[in-house]
DNA sequence: CCTACCGATCGGTAGG
DNA sequence: CCTACCGATCGGTAGG
């Protein structure tokens, strides 16, 4: 039986790449030594590039391809809902799923975004500002239908992807809550926020006195 | 006139700790060199070691003295309240004003953590747990006052905290919030979430299946 | 994928 | 607070 894919090259990279999360996790960019990195998988360090071009390029294909990936997942949860309440409840879902199931990868993609070189900074950056826009989008999609009234969908976006994205600073794979119920809590808090006349009040600049 | 404080001494420390934030940020602990550090307050990398021991008791001092500050202020926010519903109200306000204002620190506190040598890492998160510890505790005083019911209050001061704590990751000084606006976002959250029913039984455990 | 090596730079020290 | 310096180690390259 022979295989076409899966070469001892394909198995390297893909080492290199949970290795790479590990270390960029426990050691930060600058922390993390191509030595080391390249002890993990097994090879010399001389050999690393035959992988990737420099060290810089290491991270931004990693933080590039987190970025795609739940990205990606995004997509496939929102194609065809069509109705504002759904797509929201779906964004949910597949944000909160995602950031506590890849926590390290979530978290090293924001921290290590400052050791990005400009261009590679740009990049990813571009990639993130359009995966946070399509909350955003849902939101404003909501008022138009008057499902919700949101008088600040910038902001508020960014106060609902805070509250989620930090479901991965404390959740813990094996505590008294399983994914699906972290889903279920941000569900009902954000259904709550965006129906709630009070909350949508506050979050209005208008009160700014 | 002679100034029996504020010496040339002083003054260096204090540009020290000033600078070594604002180099954490942008280039975490082992991004960051000596001689840049010596270089952002005017002297030469030997002298740096008039002020400190070595690099990792300098990441230390820092790290202490941010959670030293928060739980300072947080047991003056708190003193003499004696009264569940208004102890949380003074965590809530004393908590985002904190991460509002000092976004950098804040940041830094959390991501160098891991560049703790395990003494010291111990020791910061020995002060960090007592300061969480207190919002759980007003949790747990307002179930046996009966202003709320908070069926499992460790994971829910632990996801309040992370929405509050995340407001650092957003919030803008420039933009169209000031920092009392969002202590009254979050409040208004927060009490919406404690004393509304459907949230409180999202939060329980039971409802695991 | 390895061996052998490079220029640069790091944290830290000695001795003023 | 400075000068002068150290051993170690880093990212990266040449040439197989």
Request: charged letters at 20%; proline letters at 2%.
């Amino acid at each position: 039986m022979t295989r076409t894919t899966g070469s001892k090259g394909e198995n390297t990279l893909k080492a290199l790449r949970v290795a790479g999360i590990n270390r960029l996790y426990k050691q930060g960019f600058s922390g993390m030594t191509l030595r080391e990195l390249a002890g993990d998988v097994g090879i010399q360090a001389g050999s690393l590039y035959n992988y990737f071009s420099n060290k810089q390029d290491f991270l931004y294909e990693i933080l590039r391809q987190v970025m795609l990936d739940v990205i990606g997942e995004m997509e496939v949860a929102l194609d065809g809902e069509d109705n504002p309440r759904l797509a929201l409840l779906a964004y949910v879902e597949c944000h909160v799923s995602f950031h506590s199931s890849r926590q390290q990868e979530v978290l090293v993609s924001t921290t290590e975004l400052r050791s990005l070189n400009p261009e590679n900074y740009k990049r990813v950056t571009t990639l993130r500002d359009s995966y946070e826009g399509r909350l955003r989008e849902i939101l404003e999609w909501g008022n138009a239908e008057e499902y919700w009234t949101v008088i600040d969908p910038q902001v508020s976006s960014k106060l609902i992807l805070g509250m989620m994205t930090s479901v991965g600073t404390w959740y813990s794979a094996g505590g008294r809550y399983q994914i699906s119920d972290l889903v279920k809590i941000y569900q009902t808090m954000i259904e709550n926020l965006l129906f709630n006349d009070m909350a949508a009040a506050n979050l209005s600049p208008a009160m700014v006195s």
